[in-house]
């Protein structure tokens, strides 16, 4: 069974600290790892990795790919009370009976006091 | 990005009465879809993938008589909560993605919070 873990849980830090987010997988047949964050209501898309050790950028975060390893983490630095959210670590798989089905993990619920 | 519209936002129905969710790609065509369902505080976790012209695929666990999914064309697909119970309600979303599946992000609609009372 494919399975999706994210570290850690739910997390509270202050504004301008730096957060790590991780996220670990199992699974077979992968072909990329999506990052998303969920406010209230839909997810809205981050990044999507498919190949290792190459980092992708973006303002304020970034994130990079281990396939070695089975894991990818998301950074955010300076963070602002509008990162508060939760974020989702998805793997795409090819195969099987849900053709590019998406993966989630439990998600990491962000709390970012001012 | 692609555009992926959900309707309704939010729906309350009696138990034992039926709900309909479309999910809609706006600008692009969309062979597959699939829907999900968050519980509370939980991830979200794939009920079916939705296959245009075909049957959809669910997995283990989904009941495919009480969550009816058609897919009649490449911008629209629908889920339908038979004989609803309190059981069933939940934050329900769809999402599609535009070109190869592999190499693209998948979009989600705005989610459907489904009540039944």
């Known amino acids: 069974e494919d399975k999706v873990v994210q570290s850690p849980l739910s997390l509270v830090v202050h504004e301008g600290d730096t957060v790590t987010l991780n996220c670990s997988y199992e699974v077979t047949n992968f072909r990329s790892l999506l990052w998303y964050k969920q406010e209230k209501k839909a997810p809205t898309f981050l990044f999507m990795l498919?190949?290792?050790?190459i980092e992708k950028k973006s303002g304020r975060l970034s994130s990079i790919l281990d396939k070695k390893e089975l894991f990818s983490i998301l950074n955010i630095t300076a963070t602002q009370t509008g990162d508060s959210a939760v974020y989702l670590c998805a793997v795409r798989v090819a195969g099987g009976t849900s053709y590019g089905k998406l993966t989630f993990g439990q998600g990491t619920i962000l709390t970012v006091h001012p | 990005g692609a555009v992926v519209s959900q309707h309704p936002s939010r729906v309350i129905c009696k138990s034992g009465t039926s709900v309909k969710i479309e999910c809609r790609s706006l600008d692009f065509q969309a062979t597959t879809m699939f829907w999900y369902r968050q519980f509370p505080k939980k991830s979200l976790m794939l009920m079916a993938t939705?296959?245009?012209?075909?049957?959809?695929?669910?997995e283990q666990g989904v009941e495919k008589d009480k969550f009816l999914i058609n897919h009649a064309s490449l911008t629209l697909s629908t889920l339908t909560v038979t004989s609803a119970h309190p059981e069933d309600s939940s934050f329900y979303i769809c999402?599609?993605?535009?070109?190869?599946?592999?190499?693209?992000?998948?979009?989600f609609g705005q989610g459907t919070r489904l009540t039944v009372v």
């Open positions: 498919t190949s290792s050790g």
């Open positions: 939705s296959n245009e012209g075909s049957k959809a695929t669910y």
């Open positions: 999402s599609a993605s535009e070109g190869a599946i592999w190499n693209t992000e998948a979009f």
